[in-house]
Protein backbone atom coordinates (compact mmCIF):
# COMPACT_ATOMS: atom_id res chain seq x y z
CA UNK A 1 0.00 0.00 0.00
CA UNK A 2 1.11 3.43 -0.21
CA UNK A 3 2.97 4.99 2.74
CA UNK A 4 3.85 8.36 4.34
CA UNK A 5 7.44 9.39 3.86
CA UNK A 6 9.88 12.10 5.43
CA UNK A 7 12.49 14.14 3.63
CA UNK A 8 14.53 15.04 6.16
CA UNK A 9 15.54 12.52 8.92
CA UNK A 10 17.12 15.35 11.21
CA UNK A 11 16.60 18.81 11.47
CA UNK A 12 18.91 21.19 13.73
CA UNK A 13 17.70 24.59 14.52
CA UNK A 14 18.85 27.94 16.60
CA UNK A 15 16.16 28.85 19.73
CA UNK A 16 13.88 31.60 17.86
CA UNK A 17 14.49 30.63 14.16
CA UNK A 18 11.64 29.30 12.56
CA UNK A 19 11.62 25.28 11.51
CA UNK A 20 10.12 23.42 8.77
CA UNK A 21 9.60 20.12 8.62
CA UNK A 22 7.94 18.11 5.85
CA UNK A 23 6.25 15.11 4.66
CA UNK A 24 5.41 13.37 1.46
CA UNK A 25 2.41 10.92 0.62
CA UNK A 26 1.26 9.39 -2.04
CA UNK A 27 -2.13 8.40 -1.37
CA UNK A 28 -3.95 10.82 -3.44
CA UNK A 29 -7.37 9.75 -1.57
CA UNK A 30 -6.30 10.46 1.89
CA UNK A 31 -8.86 13.26 3.04
CA UNK A 32 -7.10 13.98 6.37
CA UNK A 33 -3.43 14.95 8.18
CA UNK A 34 -2.11 15.06 11.07
CA UNK A 35 1.21 16.01 13.01
CA UNK A 36 2.29 14.99 16.20
CA UNK A 37 5.30 15.48 18.62
CA UNK A 38 6.80 12.53 20.75
CA UNK A 39 9.27 14.26 23.04
CA UNK A 40 11.95 11.39 24.24
CA UNK A 41 10.72 8.61 26.70
CA UNK A 42 7.13 9.93 25.91
CA UNK A 43 3.76 9.18 24.07
CA UNK A 44 2.82 11.19 20.86
CA UNK A 45 1.09 14.58 21.48
CA UNK A 46 -1.64 15.56 18.81
CA UNK A 47 -0.30 18.79 17.77
CA UNK A 48 -2.82 20.04 14.79
CA UNK A 49 -4.32 18.33 11.89
CA UNK A 50 -5.41 19.57 8.54
CA UNK A 51 -8.51 18.37 5.90
CA UNK A 52 -7.75 18.11 2.59
CA UNK A 53 -10.05 20.53 1.49
CA UNK A 54 -7.86 23.03 2.93
CA UNK A 55 -4.77 24.48 1.83
CA UNK A 56 -2.98 26.01 5.62
CA UNK A 57 -4.57 25.40 8.85
CA UNK A 58 -3.04 27.56 12.13
CA UNK A 59 -2.30 26.92 15.83
CA UNK A 60 -0.45 27.99 18.29
CA UNK A 61 3.57 28.89 16.68
CA UNK A 62 2.34 25.84 14.13
CA UNK A 63 1.28 26.20 11.00
CA UNK A 64 0.45 23.00 8.89
CA UNK A 65 0.35 23.85 4.46
CA UNK A 66 -1.18 21.15 2.47
CA UNK A 67 -0.24 21.08 -1.14
CA UNK A 68 -2.55 18.32 -2.73
CA UNK A 69 -0.69 18.59 -6.31
CA UNK A 70 2.52 17.49 -5.07
CA UNK A 71 0.97 15.57 -2.37
CA UNK A 72 3.34 17.17 0.23
CA UNK A 73 2.56 18.27 4.25
CA UNK A 74 4.60 20.58 6.09
CA UNK A 75 4.57 21.75 9.67
CA UNK A 76 6.17 24.95 10.64
CA UNK A 77 7.28 26.35 14.19
CA UNK A 78 7.49 29.97 14.53
CA UNK A 79 10.04 30.87 17.19
CA UNK A 80 11.15 27.74 18.00
CA UNK A 81 12.49 26.90 21.67
CA UNK A 82 14.53 24.19 23.14
CA UNK A 83 10.98 22.52 24.72
CA UNK A 84 10.17 22.06 20.94
CA UNK A 85 12.94 19.21 20.60
CA UNK A 86 11.35 16.28 19.81
CA UNK A 87 10.18 13.62 17.03
CA UNK A 88 8.10 14.84 14.75
CA UNK A 89 5.82 12.80 12.71
CA UNK A 90 3.11 12.94 10.36
CA UNK A 91 0.31 10.88 9.46
CA UNK A 92 -2.77 10.51 6.96
CA UNK A 93 -6.06 8.90 6.74
CA UNK A 94 -5.47 6.89 4.01
CA UNK A 95 -9.68 5.63 4.19
CA UNK A 96 -11.96 8.25 4.21
CA UNK A 97 -14.38 7.72 6.69
CA UNK A 98 -12.55 5.23 8.89
CA UNK A 99 -10.87 5.73 12.22
CA UNK A 100 -8.03 3.02 12.17
CA UNK A 101 -6.61 3.55 8.34
CA UNK A 102 -4.13 5.81 9.73
CA UNK A 103 -0.34 5.52 8.41
CA UNK A 104 2.77 7.09 10.26
CA UNK A 105 5.55 8.54 9.21
CA UNK A 106 8.96 7.96 10.37
CA UNK A 107 9.59 10.96 12.37
CA UNK A 108 11.77 13.86 12.12
CA UNK A 109 13.80 14.57 14.75
CA UNK A 110 13.88 18.35 15.19
CA UNK A 111 16.88 19.71 17.88
CA UNK A 112 16.45 23.09 19.31
CA UNK A 113 19.88 24.49 20.08
CA UNK A 114 19.92 27.46 22.65
CA UNK B 1 -5.25 14.35 36.08
CA UNK B 2 -7.49 13.55 32.51
CA UNK B 3 -5.43 11.42 30.83
CA UNK B 4 -4.74 7.78 29.62
CA UNK B 5 -2.51 5.24 32.32
CA UNK B 6 -0.45 2.24 30.75
CA UNK B 7 0.84 -0.32 32.71
CA UNK B 8 3.69 -1.59 33.36
CA UNK B 9 5.97 1.32 32.30
CA UNK B 10 8.29 -1.42 31.07
CA UNK B 11 8.75 -5.29 31.61
CA UNK B 12 11.30 -7.95 30.48
CA UNK B 13 9.09 -11.14 29.89
CA UNK B 14 9.95 -14.63 28.63
CA UNK B 15 9.50 -16.44 25.29
CA UNK B 16 6.33 -18.25 25.47
CA UNK B 17 4.64 -16.47 28.69
CA UNK B 18 1.68 -14.81 28.64
CA UNK B 19 1.31 -11.14 29.18
CA UNK B 20 -1.42 -8.56 29.38
CA UNK B 21 -0.39 -4.66 28.91
CA UNK B 22 -3.09 -2.84 30.86
CA UNK B 23 -4.97 0.93 29.83
CA UNK B 24 -7.05 3.17 31.36
CA UNK B 25 -8.93 6.09 29.82
CA UNK B 26 -10.72 8.61 32.57
CA UNK B 27 -11.71 10.71 29.35
CA UNK B 28 -14.78 8.53 28.62
CA UNK B 29 -13.28 8.51 25.37
CA UNK B 30 -15.59 5.93 23.17
CA UNK B 31 -12.47 5.28 20.76
CA UNK B 32 -9.40 3.52 21.98
CA UNK B 33 -6.32 1.91 20.18
CA UNK B 34 -3.47 0.13 20.46
CA UNK B 35 -0.07 0.76 18.79
CA UNK B 36 3.05 -0.35 18.11
CA UNK B 37 6.58 1.31 17.64
CA UNK B 38 9.53 0.23 16.52
CA UNK B 39 13.01 1.81 15.55
CA UNK B 40 12.51 3.10 12.27
CA UNK B 41 9.39 2.30 11.39
CA UNK B 42 5.89 4.43 11.76
CA UNK B 43 3.51 3.26 14.45
CA UNK B 44 1.32 0.79 13.24
CA UNK B 45 -1.89 -0.28 14.78
CA UNK B 46 -2.31 -3.28 16.44
CA UNK B 47 -6.44 -3.16 17.37
CA UNK B 48 -8.77 -0.65 18.46
CA UNK B 49 -12.01 -0.34 20.03
CA UNK B 50 -15.00 1.89 18.01
CA UNK B 51 -16.90 1.42 21.66
CA UNK B 52 -17.20 0.03 24.74
CA UNK B 53 -18.38 -4.29 23.82
CA UNK B 54 -16.58 -3.89 20.37
CA UNK B 55 -13.12 -4.48 19.04
CA UNK B 56 -11.74 -4.60 15.77
CA UNK B 57 -7.94 -5.58 14.18
CA UNK B 58 -5.30 -3.09 12.78
CA UNK B 59 -2.53 -3.81 10.78
CA UNK B 60 -0.49 -6.00 12.96
CA UNK B 61 -3.11 -7.80 15.22
CA UNK B 62 -1.62 -11.44 14.86
CA UNK B 63 -0.36 -12.40 18.26
CA UNK B 64 -2.66 -9.86 19.75
CA UNK B 65 -6.02 -9.80 21.62
CA UNK B 66 -8.24 -7.09 23.37
CA UNK B 67 -11.46 -6.99 25.46
CA UNK B 68 -13.35 -3.68 26.01
CA UNK B 69 -15.67 -4.40 28.61
CA UNK B 70 -15.99 -1.05 29.76
CA UNK B 71 -15.57 2.48 28.63
CA UNK B 72 -12.43 3.23 30.32
CA UNK B 73 -10.63 -0.35 29.93
CA UNK B 74 -8.35 -1.14 27.04
CA UNK B 75 -6.60 -4.19 28.10
CA UNK B 76 -3.76 -5.75 25.23
CA UNK B 77 -3.11 -9.53 25.72
CA UNK B 78 0.17 -11.32 24.50
CA UNK B 79 -1.21 -14.79 24.70
CA UNK B 80 2.35 -16.50 23.60
CA UNK B 81 5.19 -13.50 23.83
CA UNK B 82 7.51 -13.94 20.80
CA UNK B 83 10.93 -11.57 20.67
CA UNK B 84 9.34 -10.20 17.25
CA UNK B 85 7.03 -8.76 19.95
CA UNK B 86 9.59 -6.74 21.18
CA UNK B 87 8.09 -2.73 21.00
CA UNK B 88 7.26 0.03 22.96
CA UNK B 89 3.62 -0.25 22.69
CA UNK B 90 1.41 2.96 22.85
CA UNK B 91 -2.44 2.96 24.11
CA UNK B 92 -4.44 5.88 22.51
CA UNK B 93 -8.49 7.26 22.41
CA UNK B 94 -9.96 9.66 20.49
CA UNK B 95 -12.04 12.57 21.64
CA UNK B 96 -16.07 12.52 20.37
CA UNK B 97 -16.65 12.01 16.69
CA UNK B 98 -13.17 12.37 16.37
CA UNK B 99 -11.93 9.71 13.92
CA UNK B 100 -8.12 9.63 14.68
CA UNK B 101 -6.19 8.85 18.09
CA UNK B 102 -5.11 12.57 19.95
CA UNK B 103 -4.36 11.29 23.44
CA UNK B 104 -1.87 8.36 24.27
CA UNK B 105 -0.25 7.14 27.18
CA UNK B 106 3.53 7.30 28.02
CA UNK B 107 4.33 4.09 26.47
CA UNK B 108 4.68 -0.37 27.84
CA UNK B 109 8.16 -1.32 26.90
CA UNK B 110 8.60 -4.81 26.49
CA UNK B 111 11.08 -7.34 25.67
CA UNK B 112 11.00 -10.29 25.18
CA UNK B 113 13.94 -12.39 25.44
Known amino acids: GESVGLHLPTLSVQEGDNSIINCAYS??????FIWYKQESGKGPQFIID?????DKRQGQRVTVLLNKTVKHLSLQIAATQPGDSAVYFC?????????????FGKGTLLTVNP | IAGITQAPTSQILAAGRRMTLRCTQD?????MYWYRQDLGLGLRLIHY???????GKGEVPDGYSVSRANTDDFPLTLASAVPSQTSVYFC????????????FGQGTRLTVV
Open chain 2, 92 to 103: ASSTQGSQVPAF
Open chain 1, 27 to 32: NSASDY
Open chain 1, 50 to 54: IRSNM
Open chain 1, 91 to 103: AENMVPGSNYKLT
Open chain 2, 27 to 31: MRHNA
Open chain 2, 49 to 55: SNTAGTT
